[in-house]
């Protein structure tokens, strides 16, 4: 029976990653893999993480499970991070996941459940696996308008008409901040219009924030999300894989904020089933890492310094490649860059000005000019510029 398989679509990114991996050349550079890097080129330990990670070996006793929603010390201490003051801890059902893309696949069973005649607004563009896994769930999918191409950042006025052709069900998948792939935010305001639409329409929020921390702070980056929760019903895909930079422990939360008692009890016996039927218990030890850390005065403050001192890294590193191709083609069409949020950025290149960069350069993004600003430094900032300038950019 295995030979009636067929072959499936190669992940994008992965194939880029094999190609950058093949190529000789020393002076290379990997702008596609979408993981934090220091200047260094590294993916390091976080300090506290390092000390949680000792402090949990210590007094861990034990192997067994947890619970179908993780420990709930994990979802007390991330729900009040994400939520703040706008939303009461017991109006949040959640439960931890194997990263956030586990907890985006199953917000996405969990719509099903709902109202299995559900459209699912997207972003365009958005992370390439939120279409994947649609795909794959045999969801109905629509499109809205969210990036524009002349001015690299946000048609708000796009977005917000198309999503006026709302059904009452529906749900829209938003980003909470620092959008993948192309970094440009909505500003408050827009944020704020969305909110009303989306409530006067009774669709339903899905917020991916995997960035928390990455754009302009830790609670700027989580105001949209609380403007909306604080709103009415939604869901939330948490990812600490960033923030805490615990890729491999996969870590996520999905939380779903209800408005009652009973909805909330009801919501969070299906996501406990919804576990049960993909994969019974979660990981724990990232879970209980975040957990140590947010629970502990000193950890926290040493986690938010050195989440602060990496964000303003790659703030600076924007600033770098706009200022460097300010000096390189006198002009400011480029400060785009110093206006988009987290790790990403679309250039704005052709897939053959890419191919250019990649073929002259050695310069690997992806083929939509999404960049990880992430992966610069001070030495291959010019590099870049130079290259974009020689492409045609």
Known sequence: MLDQLRDQPADKILSLMAAYRADPREGKIDLGVGVYKDAEGRTPIMRAVRAAEKRVWDEETTKTYTALAGDPAFADALVPLVLGPSVARERVAAVATPGGTGAVRQGFELIGLMNPQATVWVPEPTWPNHLSILKHLG???????YFDEATLGVDAEGMLADLSGLQAGDAVLLHGCCHNPTGADPEPATWAKLTDLLRAKGALPF?????????????LDAAATRMIAGSGECLIAASCSKN????RERTGLLMA??????TTRLAQANLAYLNRQNYSFPPDHGARVVATILTDAELRADWEAELEEIRAGMLTLRQSLAAELRRLTNSDRFDFLTRHKGMFSRLGATPEQVERMRADHGIYMVGDSRINVAGLNARTVPVLARAMVEAGL
Not at 139 to 145: C, F, I, L
Not at 207 to 219: Q, V
Not at 257 to 262: F, L, S, T
């Open 257 to 262: 904020v209800a408005g009652d008692d009973a």
């Open 207 to 219: 917020i991916d924030l995997a960035y928390l921390g990455f754009g302009d702070s830790l609670e």
């Open 139 to 145: 969801m109905t999918v629509r499109g809205y308008r």
């Open 244 to 247: 805490f930079g615990i890729y």
